[in-house]
Nanobody, 122 residues
Framework: QLQAFGGGTVQAGGSLRLSCTATGFRLNRYAIGWFRQAPGVERKGVSCEGAVDGSTYYGDSVKGRFTISRDNAKNTVYLQMNSLKPEDTAVYYC?????????????????WGQGTQLTVSS
């Protein structure tokens, strides 16, 4: 199971880095995704990274502001979030791909753990 942490409350324009760790397996074997879910909204892909070629996907709303990265030695995946906006407020989750595919869709990912809340104040 994966666990996301590092959320909090920040002002608009600020930065925060989320971390995702795994229990019982190595993250470098999997494509990893970050997803978020705001109240009343379906869970959506924020950023995903391939396991083999390191290809990355970013949702249109976060391109140029968020960066996904890995530290294999620490078995951790990060999501660096800059220039945060109130609309980034959501619970953020990480997960690994369980079904093949080239998209960052929650339906293709699993091992969901508890998310971490990000609140961006205006």
């Amino acid at each position: 199971q994966l666990q996301a942490f590092g959320g909090g409350t920040v002002q608009a324009g600020g930065s925060l880095r989320l971390s995702c760790t795994a229990t019982g397996f190595r993250l470098n074997r999997y494509a990893i995704g970050w997803f978020r879910q705001a109240p009343g909204v379906e869970r959506k892909g924020v950023s995903c990274e391939g396991a083999v070629d390191g290809s990355t996907y970013y949702g249109d709303s976060v391109k140029g502001r968020f960066t996904i990265s890995r530290d294999n030695a620490k078995n951790t995946v990060y999501l660096q979030m800059n220039s945060l906006k109130p609309e980034d407020t959501a619970v953020y989750y990480c997960a690994h791909r369980v079904y093949p595919g080239g998209y960052c869709s929650p339906e293709d990912f699993g091992s969901w753990g508890q998310g971490t809340q990000l609140t961006v104040s205006s």
